[in-house]
């Protein structure tokens, strides 16, 4: 917590209220605060009771009781000061070594281009490029992909095929195929045979192509490696080897 009398405004450590305001209780913890924003960045200060129930809005007995949860809790302590004609001055009450460091922290506020802006010396401080590339670097990996992700990955290399990405529907497909211990070393050794002679790569677009869901069908995968689709169909065999265009009906019939 900070005081800054020309802004009007003091700042609390966050660790104070997620840590320790559920433990002393509504009452201890606003007189925290009334000693917090008396001290401002001194790590003491020395108001009275009576000044402290006023400003907490809570009685002088629950000052006093609020004062020994915080002592009991390490947010204060508290030194009694006599003086000479007997009895008590103010007591002084004073924080911890970490909370008045953590009190004392220079407000700080990030900007663009690696700039820290010193709103409380009013200066600013250039953070070296090469610091902000560390601290970018720094950031933790990417978690590896899934199976699902880098065989939509392989399918969308191949020559020939229709690319799609990976949907709900898809990723499910793909593990009811998984559920097969064999069939991934099979799908792997099935995509090499890619492109397929049935379906050449340069097709036009209005022809039916490989797709990722005909792949996923229960039966593809063997029939791929069983030579089904190894041979060229008369038609293409026609057009391809003329240079004739495709025409509707010359390709073949779509695997089921």
């Not at 320790?20 to 001194?42: D, E, P």
């Not at 009895?87 to 004392?104: D, E, H, I, K």
């Not at 010396?121 to 978690?143: A, S």
Request: aromatic share 8%.
């Amino acid at each position: 917590m900070e005081k800054t009398k020309k802004q009007g405004w003091f700042r609390l450590d966050n660790k104070t209220v997620d840590e320790y305001l559920a433990q002393i209780g509504a009452s201890a913890f606003a007189v925290y605060t009334v000693l917090r924003r008396i001290a401002g960045a001194s790590p003491t200060c020395w108001p009275s009771i009576a000044t402290i129930s006023e400003r907490s809005g809570v009685s002088k007995a629950t000052v006093r009781k609020s004062l020994t949860t915080l002592v009991d809790a390490g947010l204060i302590s508290i030194e009694k000061r006599p003086i000479q004609e007997g009895g008590n001055a103010t007591n002084v009450y004073r924080f911890p070594p970490q909370s008045a460091s953590l009190n004392s922290r220079p407000l700080v506020q990030k900007l663009d281009q690696g700039v820290v802006q010193n709103l409380d010396q009013g200066g600013l401080k250039i953070r070296p490029k090469e610091e902000t590339k560390k601290k970018i670097n720094n950031n933790p990996p990417l978690p590896p992909k899934s199976i699902e992700s880098r065989l939509i990955d392989r399918w969308n290399s191949l020559p020939g095929v229709r690319r799609c990405k990976l949907t709900d529907a898809r990723r499910r497909a793909v593990r009811l195929r998984l559920r097969d211990p064999t069939w991934l070393e099979e799908a792997r050794k099935a995509m090499e045979a890619f492109p397929l002679p049935c379906w050449p790569p340069g097709l036009p677009d209005n022809e039916w192509r490989p797709t990722i869901e005909w792949f996923l069908k229960p039966d593809t995968v063997t029939k791929i490696l069983e030579g089904s689709y190894a041979k060229l169909r008369s038609t293409y065999s026609h057009a391809i080897g003329t240079g004739q265009v495709f025409r509707a009906g010359s390709r073949p019939a779509i695997p089921l």
